[in-house]
């Protein structure tokens, strides 16, 4: 059985071997949480998929594949894939290569995007930034369309949705033509905008309606789901909310939205002067308002937890598909009324204005431009710069526009005209001031003793901090009071349960999985042990700690003894005060009885402890 | 097992009559052949593999050319008025009886007249014992070894002979070579004489223990060096539990984020909260996070103390620096290493 010696600051294991019986460690898995479905996967960027000739069409050019991914480069976005749709299709359903597929041959271009630009997840709107990125176009001005104040159309607020869902904005757009690709393009960015900033429906939700089909004014209404029925978008009969929870929830698509209602004594749900239900937010829309490629005017939802966001997701909408209106950029406002009489006008599309100076732009970055060039430079990103009539230093103001809510702060225009201007331009210079480095005593520390260990002859391993309840407890011989180790509320597998309290059961599970390397076995590790700790502001501490286990046909207990003797001298006094006799006799569930020592301080105090490793352990 | 025969003259070459024996003792084949390897190129330097046949007498054989042919004891044996054939297997045992009268029948020598064996010549002459002398002195009979064979009196011999002669270092006294420098030698004075018999460097050396250096941890080293060389301090970054608020909420991270979400995060179920936070701090975070500061527009959403009270596993360094920056900026006066 392995020797073990383990505790601050110095902990060492040995171990001698009968040929090694270790325990079996478990393999089971920790079932995903309850509310959620399949676990998400990695936060990547979001993807756009367009179609190459499309985009080549609106950008005014044919580019060669490295011409454009040149300029994806030079934009701050990148060119994931090449495919066809036919491609795309095989690939979801898994066929052979020379399958027949159904979907063309079209060439579709898959183009990662920063995940704060909702503004590029369309084809339109990444043409529209791309052309005036190339200087092709300038930014658009989007407008109001002026509309009296009482001819608006109105959205009532009842005061029941504050329970569930308290926030709506809406828009319409006048005059537009969808043809079948500019009709999918609009369905794909509502969808992309759920998936992102609407963090899938829970914070805002977007709805789109005929409203030729549609009698303003409108409610916003919660009500208890026995009281609403209506067709269903892709449905021919009548369903009642609740039913249609439960119809819903075989719904490969929707399945996954039903838990942000179903549980409330309320669902939201906006109808017309008519009563028509235009949508149950966020899961579904009323098959009669559905939008149709003959449809002229469109009137848009978002309802929301977030106000912000869904003006944000609202702005998004109306800047991307306005250019088919019937007056270009312009969109028509809706009044929002709520139920304790105030009133907003939506949608939002002013400009957010700010000064900054020349310095704080150009500065940060290290280059050297002028007003009138960062000016140019910021008109190519869709900021509308100008110079502004400030006396003191050169000073610029920009306005905002809706499409880009990601620009909180005067590091964001810097980020802006660095991009414009080429991050392979910016010259790379040394730091102006001088400074003295260091390491931290404790790692310096750490560093000695690592060196120290494997010069006498053992190997250093690196194993993790995570681990299952079981090895770091049961596997020991050790209980939990509950008051020892740091535990995880979610788990991704039972592997990976607490934080390690020891470095021995890490020593262990390497000796196990290597168990037929040949004789003597000698592995040690440095690292940090985490346990609770209530004088730390968080509540838990981490540990350095130092563990050594060797494992022959000879238990080898004296050969730990060596290297904590060889330790022990070379930190002792002056820096650590070890007595004559360092070892007292221990009785840790760990080890055989009478086959294990602890170490102590000359005042008493234990480091550390070794000894033969009880066979019920290993 | 074969001993060898060493002839006393290295240079004459062997034949077929019998080898004169040597003065030396016989010595076995096997030692034979560890001489000739160890002492080339000392003594010889043409070692040549002759073969050679011959018949031999077998022991049987030997003691008829000896002493007679066992048909003439038979026939000597017969006395003027013949015997019986009872008294003469009595005489010479069954078996033997019947090998002498067969060939003493052949001889013609005997006759049967009932029951009794008589003699039909007075002399025999031992045709066989002088054959069997012959084939003893090595003369080679073709004809009539067929017949020897059958009564099983020759066996074929292999002979295998060396040839020897002096090599060009041929020495009367053998030196041994040395395979090792030793203490004795050293103590003694002997090293002065040593000889040293060649290393086989093609052998490996003997394996050592050693120990080892885990290699990520070397090539971390590496990495903290090129920042020490230019300048940089380390932080302290053995904390693994930390709370939201600054491994989130200080970097301006939004309270709604992906990158907070539990399938992103190991949020802690013990410890599960940090109380202790900064208040004045707080306050400017949340503010900043909530409606914008410091040239800010900020998030414009409800920011939430609980939510920055999670405790967490440490998803980035940065919440490290974010504490180091928090630190910094209590000091009267900012600067480098101060």
């Known amino acids: 059985a392995p020797t073990c010696l383990s505790k601050p600051p110095l902990s060492a294991f040995t171990s001698s071997g009968s040929p090694a019986v270790l325990a079996r460690l478990p393999g089971s898995r920790v079932p995903p949480p309850a509310n959620n479905t399949a676990p998400q996967p990695p936060l990547a960027m979001p993807t756009v998929s367009v179609g190459r000739d499309r985009l080549f069409a609106a950008l005014g050019r044919v580019y060669t594949q490295d011409e454009f991914e040149a300029l994806c480069f030079d934009f701050g976005i990148e060119l994931d894939d090449v495919t066809t749709e036919k491609a795309i299709i095989r690939k979801e359903k898994h066929l052979e290569e020379d399958v027949e597929a159904d979907g063309d041959d079209e060439v579709i271009y898959k183009i990662e995007v920063a995940a704060n630009r909702y503004d590029l997840l369309c084809l339109e709107g990444l043409a529209r930034s791309l052309r005036i990125f190339t200087g092709s176009e300038a930014t658009p001005i989007f407008k109001i369309a002026s509309i009296p104040r009482g001819s608006m159309l109105q959205m009532h607020v009842r005061p029941q949705t504050s329970q569930i869902r308290p926030y709506v904005v809406c828009a319409v757009l006048r005059g537009v033509t969808f043809a079948e690709v500019r009709y999918n393009s609009f369905i794909d960015l509502q969808d992309k905008l759920h998936q992102n900033i609407c963090r899938k429906r829970t914070l805002v939700a977007i709805g789109t309606h005929d409203l030729d089909t549609l009698q303003g004014p409108f409610s916003y209404e919660a009500l208890p789901p026995q009281e609403i029925n209506f067709i269903p978008l892709k449905q021919e009969q009548t369903f009642r909310a609740d039913a249609l929870m439960d119809f819903y929830r075989s719904d490969m698509k929707l399945k996954k939205f039903l838990h942000i209602i179903e549980n409330s004594p309320v669902y939201p749900v906006i109808y017309d002067s008519n009563r028509t239900v235009l949508s149950l937010p966020p899961i579904i829309n009323g098959a009669h308002s559905a939008i149709t490629l003959k449809t002229r005017n469109v009137f848009i939802e978002c309802t929301a937890t977030d106000l912000t966001k869904a003006n944000i997701v609202l702005n998004t909408m109306v800047a991307m598909f306005s250019e088919y209106c019937e007056n270009k950029f312009e969109v028509e406002p809706v009044e929002v009324v709520s139920h304790d009489g105030s009133t907003a006008i939506y949608p939002d599309l002013s400009c957010y204005k700010m000064e900054v100076s020349l310095s704080d732009i150009v500065g940060p970055i290290g280059i050297s431009l002028d007003e009138t060039q960062v000016i140019s430079l910021l008109n190519k990103m869709q900021l509308q710069a100008d110079l502004c009539s400030s006396n003191r230093e050169p000073c610029i103001s920009v306005s905002v526009p809706p499409t880009r809510s990601d620009v909180l702060h005067a590091r964001d225009l810097a980020e802006d005209v660095a991009i414009a201007y080429g991050y392979n331009n910016v010259p790379k210079s040394k730091p102006k001031s001088m400074t003295i480095g260091g390491r931290q005593p404790l790692n310096r520390f750490s560093d000695k003793i690592r060196a120290e260990v494997a010069r006498a002859g053992y190997m250093e391993v690196l194993t993790f901090v995570l681990t299952s309840h079981e090895e770091n407890f049961d596997m020991l011989n050790r209980t939990d009071d509950g008051n020892k180790a740091v535990i995880i509320a979610n788990p991704r597998t039972s592997e990976f349960e607490v934080v390690r309290s020891s470095l021995m059961s890490c020593l262990l599970k390497t000796l196990k999985h290597n168990i037929d390397h040949p004789r003597p076995i000698k592995i040690f590790e440095v690292g940090d042990v985490v346990s609770l700790d209530t004088s730390r502001d968080v509540g838990a501490s981490n540990n350095r700690r130092l563990a050594a286990l060797y494992c022959n046909s000879n238990s080898g207990f004296e050969e730990i003894m060596g290297l904590v003797d060889r330790i022990v001298k070379i930190v002792r006094a002056p820096h650590i005060n070890f007595g004559q006799t360092y070892y007292v006799p221990s009785s840790e569930p760990e080890f055989f009885t009478k086959r294990q020592c602890k170490i102590v301080m000359s005042d008493g105090k234990q480091v550390g402890y070794l000894g033969i490793v009880h066979a019920e352990v290993c | ?338």
């Open chain 2, 1 to 338: 097992r074969r001993t060898w025969r060493a002839r006393s003259s290295p240079t004459s070459t062997p034949t077929a009559r019998s080898p004169t024996r040597a003065p030396s003792p016989p010595i076995k084949r096997l030692r034979a052949f560890h001489i000739i390897e160890s002492t080339e190129p000392c003594l010889l330097s043409c070692p040549q593999d002759i073969t050679r046949e011959a018949w031999v007498l077998t022991d049987e054989a030997k003691g008829y050319a000896a002493g007679g042919s066992r048909e003439v004891h038979l026939v000597a044996a017969i006395p003027p008025e013949g015997a019986s054939r009872a008294a003469l297997k009595e005489e010479f045992g069954d078996v033997v009886f019947d090998i002498a009268r067969k060939a003493a029948a052949k001889n013609k020598w005997i006759r049967f007249e009932r029951g009794i064996v008589l003699r039909t010549v007075e002399d025999t002459t031992d045709e066989m014992q002088e054959l069997l002398k012959r084939v003893e002195n090595g003369e080679v009979v073709p004809d009539l070894i067929k017949e020897l064979k059958r009564r099983k009196l020759v066996t074929k011999e292999k002979v295998i002979w060396y040839s020897l002669k002096k090599g060009p270092e041929f020495v009367v006294k053998r030196k041994t070579l040395a395979t090792d420098v030793t203490r004795e030698h050293l103590k003694s004075g002997d090293w002065k004489d040593l000889e040293f018999k060649d290393y086989n460097y093609e052998a490996q050396g003997q394996p050592i223990a050693i120990g080892y250096s885990q290699p990520l941890l070397e090539v971390r080293e590496a990495i903290q060096n090129i920042f020490l060389e230019m300048g940089f301090s380390e932080m302290p970054t053995n904390m693994f539990v930390e709370s939201s608020f600054w491994n989130f909420d200080a970097l301006f991270q939004p309270q709604q984020h992906p990158a907070r979400d539990s399938h992103d995060t190991f949020f802690l179920k013990a410890p599960a909260t940090t109380t202790q936070l900064p208040d004045d701090y707080l306050e400017k975070v949340k503010q900043v996070h909530q409606s914008g500061g410091y040239g800010s527009k900020g998030y414009g959403y409800d920011w939430k103390r609980d939510e920055a009270e999670k405790n967490l596993l440490r998803t980035h360094t940065t919440a490290v620096s974010a504490r180091m920056l928090y630190k910094l900026a209590q000091e009267e006066h900012f600067a480098p290493n101060s």
